[in-house]
């Protein structure tokens, strides 16, 4: 059974460091490209960026790109979102999804919710 | 980069209705066209992938049809769980990878 686990709902403050994380299970971690897509709250999906864990090659959506990392660990089958500097604007669910080149996304986890507030 | 609309941004339909939505690309995206159904508090779950193949798993009263820049979501029998909201994505030229605006279908 393919699994997206994501970690724990987070409540910072401005200026906060954050790493959020997308861990898989149930398919090679490296046929499939995970991306990450925002939801702000009463609003739609934002597609933020992807990483392909088989070569670590990333793409951002321009407004999220001076400002959030992904990375991965390949140990641990495990995707990362990360901001070193959270705005009151970065609350929202973030989801991660699983997908290949021109293909859907079939698989997605169950979110992870950040709030950013002082 | 493509830009997504879909019509109508919401709608009020009844149990046993046919409901169509439509989804617009900007620019032609073949039948890279994707739909989604997010219930509250829920991730959105894949229902049709190709335009109109309907993913595994998803009851056959859901069907999608277009090509080129115009699509359309019909679901042939309301049933009380489709109580939801749709999204559209392209997938054709990415990235990045659009998502329609949503329409949300609620109980009339």
């Known amino acids: 059974e393919v699994l997206l686990a994501q970690s724990g709902a987070e409540v910072k403050k401005p200026g906060d460091s954050l790493r959020i994380s997308c861990q898989v299970s149930?398919?090679?971690?490296?046929?499939?490209?995970i991306s990450w897509v925002r939801q702000m709250p009463g609003k739609g999906l934002e597609w933020v960026g992807r990483i392909d864990p088989a070569d670590s090659y990333t793409n951002y959506s321009p407004p999220f790109r001076a400002h959030v990392t992904i990375t991965d660990d390949k140990s641990i089958n495990t995707v990362y979102l990360q901001w070193s500097s959270l705005k009151a604007s970065d609350s929202a669910m973030y989801y991660c999804?699983?997908?290949?080149?021109?293909?859907?996304?079939?698989?997605w986890g169950p979110g992870t919710l950040v709030t950013v507030s002082s | 980069d493509i830009q997504m609309t879909q019509s109508p941004s919401s709608l009020s339909a009844s149990v046993g209705d046919r409901v169509t939505i439509t989804c617009r690309a900007s620019q032609s995206i073949s039948t890279f066209l994707n739909w989604y159904q997010q219930k509250p508090g829920k991730a959105p779950k894949l229902l049709i992938y190709g335009a109109s193949s309907l993913q595994s798993g998803v009851p056959t009263r859901f069907s999608g049809s277009g090509s080129g820049t115009d699509f359309t979501l019909t679901i042939s029998g309301l049933q009380p769980e489709d109580f939801a909201t749709y999204f559209c994505?392209?997938?054709?030229?990415?990235?990045?990878?659009?998502f329609g605006p949503g329409t949300k279908v609620d109980i009339k």
């Open positions: 999804a699983r997908h290949q080149w021109r293909s859907p996304f079939d698989s």
């Open positions: 149930g398919y090679n971690f490296g046929n499939y490209w």
């Open positions: 994505q392209q997938s054709y030229i990415t990235p990045p990878f659009t």
